[in-house]
């Protein structure tokens, strides 16, 4: 069974750094896209960061140049680097990991970790 367990998030200061990460566990053949999203009150979800099996990266304009999205080497785990933090980045983060191919199947469905808080306050 495919899951995607996600460690990090917390309570940071604005202008501080912190730093996500996402590991797809299970018997995978391959992921195609492995991303960020967050979701804050009120709002609906968002996409924050993606990185494909391609290694195109593509992030939201809110966070270009602030965050940072990469992956290890087996293309199963994925970090999310963010760097001056705003109080508006505050939201619960979703990781993804779009198009997961595993044996015995034709399907290939995304999958969403938890969740994770990020606070960013004073």
């Known amino acids: 069974q495919v899951q995607l367990v996600e460690s990090g998030g917390g309570l940071v200061q604005p202008g501080g750094s912190l730093i996500l990460s996402c590991a797809a566990t299970?018997?995978?053949?391959?992921?195609?896209?492995m991303g960020w999203y967050r979701q804050a009150p009120g709002k609906q979800r968002e996409l924050v960061a993606i990185l494909t099996s391609g290694s195109s990266e593509n992030y939201a304009d809110s966070v270009k140049g602030r965050f940072t999205i990469s992956r290890a080497n087996a293309k199963n785990t994925v970090w999310l680097r963010m760097n001056s933090l705003k109080p508006e980045d505050t939201a619960v983060y979703y990781c993804?990991?779009?198009?997961?191919?595993?044996?015995?199947?034709?399907?290939?469905?995304?999958?969403w970790g938890q969740g994770t808080q990020v606070t960013v306050s004073s």
């Open positions: 299970g018997t995978i053949i391959s992921i195609y896209a």
């Open positions: 993804n990991a779009d198009r997961v191919v595993v044996p015995g199947t034709s399907n290939a469905p995304g999958y």
